[in-house]
Every structure is written in C-alpha cells, then in structure tokens.
C-alpha cells in the first residue's frame, strides 16, 4: 500500500514578537532663522525695541485674527468678547515686562491714578508709540475712568460692514488694559472699547462734537471699572494720609 504522507506544508515564518522601531531622523526646522543663529528668544529683555514694526505686517495679522473669531462667532458683542479675551494674556504678560525694563527704583503700581497714569503713558508709548489723547473720570460712577484715544491703529486699515458698523476692534486692546490690571493686583469689573461717536461727545457743546467726529471719526473710548475690592482699598489709602 502506497504511503500517503507527503512533504510537510510550507509554515510562515513566526513574526516577532515586537516591532523594530528604527532611528528618528534628526529635526531640522524649517523656520527662518537669522544668520546669526539666535531668535527673539535670545534677545535680553531689557533691550528697547529700536525699530518700529511693519504696519502691513501688523495689519495683515490682526485681519487674519478678526477673520477666525468673526468665523466663530454669532454677533458683534461676541466677536469683541472673543478679542478682548485674545488681549487679556498680553497684558498679564506685559505688565512685568515694562516694569522690568523701566529704572530700578521702578515699582509696581498700588494706588489706581498711578496705574491709569502708567497704562496713559508708559503702556501706550510701549504698543503705539505715543501717549495717549486724553485720561478722565467718569461723572457717575466713581469706579469707572475713561481712556481717549483719538485715532487706535488697531481700527486703521479696517473695513467694517455697514451691518456690523457697532463693532469696534479695538475691543483687543481693552484686553491688553484689563490684563495690565488684573495683574497689577485691581480687580477689574471689565475693560470695554467703545465709538465715541455712540456715546454722545465727551461733555462739551454739541457743535464742538460735531467737529471731533470729522476730525476724529476713529476716536474711541476705553471704559475701564474697577471692581469693589479695589475702591475700597483705595479709600483706605485715602483715609490713611497716602
């Protein structure tokens, strides 16, 4: 009887039991770097800036920033919460940064007209290179001041629709002012940019206003309240001979 046994089946090979992961490949970035090989990161941070930045630049960026929160939001008064709260880590930021790079008898701000007085000079020159136009108090409410600035490069190179003509973009840089508080130790009940033109004129004749709005149809109006905590602190300040 012939025999039925032939040649054993082929058996695939046993994988192993684990993966060979081979050597990474060395990182190389594609960043632009200068030829110097250092960054902005290896600048010392008590240097001045010396060159102003590019407006195009800026401008460019800044559009590209409205572009994604107008896409993410429902209404005017959303897309300025949006931007507000893109300023306010700046201003946390910011605040040790001008302080660090002013004299060494530099202190922080503890008293509130010492702080609006930083935020109308020091921080302004720091962001647009001037002062700002004007620094009141509000009639009504005495936790309430107001900052006036007369033409805020962030609404320059802008165009809004007539549908969203409430919206003010500048709405960023009161983010920037309610950080530099926050973290100068003032709680802060908000930080709000508005059109000096929907707010009826800063007190003065109706004619006088009228000239303003065409000399200065840009103005805006920075509304900063400042929280309870804060008042009371400064009226022990007051009560104390400081």
């Known amino acids: 009887m012939p025999s039925m046994v032939g040649p054993p089946p082929d058996v695939p090979p046993k994988e192993p039991p684990y993966t060979a992961i081979l050597p990474a490949k060395p990182f190389h970035s594609r960043l632009h770097s200068p030829s110097s090989r250092k960054t902005i990161y290896d600048r010392n941070l008590n240097r001045t800036q010396t060159t102003p930045t590019s407006l195009p630049s800026f401008a460019y960026l800044f559009n590209t920033l409205i572009t994604y929160h107008h896409s993410k939001s429902g209404s005017v008064s959303e897309i300025e919460t949006r931007l507000n709260r893109a300023g306010y880590p700046i201003g946390i930021k910011l605040l040790d940064l001008l302080l ?3 004299a060494r008898a530099a202190v922080r701000p503890t008293r509130i ?5 930083f935020v109308h000079t020091t921080l302004w020159r720091a962001l647009f290179g001037r002062a700002a136009d004007a620094l009141e108090q509000g009639v009504s409410n005495k936790n309430e001041y107001m900052i006036f600035d007369n033409e805020p490069v962030v609404n320059t190179y802008l165009s809004v629709p007539k549908e969203m003509s409430q919206l003010n973009c500048a709405a960023f840089v009161a983010g920037i002012l309610e950080g530099v508080c926050d973290a100068a130790g003032f709680g802060m009940e908000g930080v709000t940019a508005h059109w000096a033109s929907a707010s009826g004129g800063t007190g003065g004749a109706e004619g006088e206003g009228n000239k303003e709005e065409e000399m200065w149809p840009g103005k805006t109006i920075f509304l900063l309240r400042f ?7 400064e009226e022990a300040f007051k009560a104390g001979g400081g």
């Open 100 to 102: 660090y790079r002013q």
């Open 113 to 117: 007209i010492d702080l609006l007085q």
């Open 227 to 233: 929280g309870e905590v804060a008042m009371r602190r």
